[in-house]
Every structure is written in C-alpha cells, then in structure tokens.
Nanobody
C-alpha cells in the first residue's frame, strides 16, 4: 500500500521560510516523478514545482528563485524549500507522485499523478 505523507507546514510572516517534506513508502521511489501542488481557499489547485525520475526540475513562474524542490532517494523523501514567502503563498500544499518520466509541463499539471498526500497548511501573514 502506498503512503504519501506531508509535513513541515506552519505559519510565518512575509519574508520568512519554511521547508516542507513528503515521506513516501510502498513503491519503487526511484521510478517515480514527483510534484508539489497547492490550493488556496476559493481557488483551484495549482502545480508549484516538479522533479522527474532523473532529477530534472520545473517551477511555475511565481515561485522561481524562491522555492527549491529536491528528492532524497536514500530516505524516500521529497522536499520543498520555500524562502521569501509571500501572503499569496498561503495554501494547503500537497505532494504527489506518478510513475515514469513525463514531459516537464506535466509535473505541474495534476492530471498526470497517481498518488497524493493529504496536505499540509502553509500560512503567510503580512
């Protein structure tokens, strides 16, 4: 059984930093591409960053230079380091995984992923 569990959310002031982590079990981690998504109240879910099975990364424009996605194959974890946080980054953040290596654009499109975590709340106050 596949388990995907996010942690590391919290509340920070604008300009602050948070590091999200996603622990994965129950699958062959190295064969999966992964992504971080977020959903703010009243808005649709959007892709934030993705990393494929060969560690190629992709980011949406609004987080480039502020967010860094990384994976640790030894620990079966996926991280999202977030700096210079803004109030508009406030959302529930989700980790997702899908088998294989799709086009990079698919890593910030939720349709491609097979497994999702339950989310962790990030709140940035001004």
């Amino acid at each position: 059984q596949v388990h995907v569990v996010e942690s590391g959310g919290g509340s920070v002031q604008a300009g602050g930093s948070l590091r999200l982590s996603c622990a994965v079990s129950g699958l062959t981690y190295s064969r999966y591409s992964m992504g971080w998504f977020r959903q703010a109240p009243g808005k649709e879910r959007e892709g934030v960053a993705g990393i494929d099975a060969e560690d190629t990364t992709v980011y949406i424009d609004s987080v480039k230079g502020r967010f860094t996605i990384s994976r640790d194959s030894a620990k079966n974890t996926l991280d999202l380091q977030m700096i210079s946080l803004k109030p508009e980054d406030t959302a529930v953040y989700y980790c997702a995984m899908g088998y294989g290596r799709p086009p990079l654009a698919s890593l910030v499109s939720g349709a491609w992923f097979d497994y999702w975590g339950q989310g962790t709340q990030v709140t940035v106050s001004s």
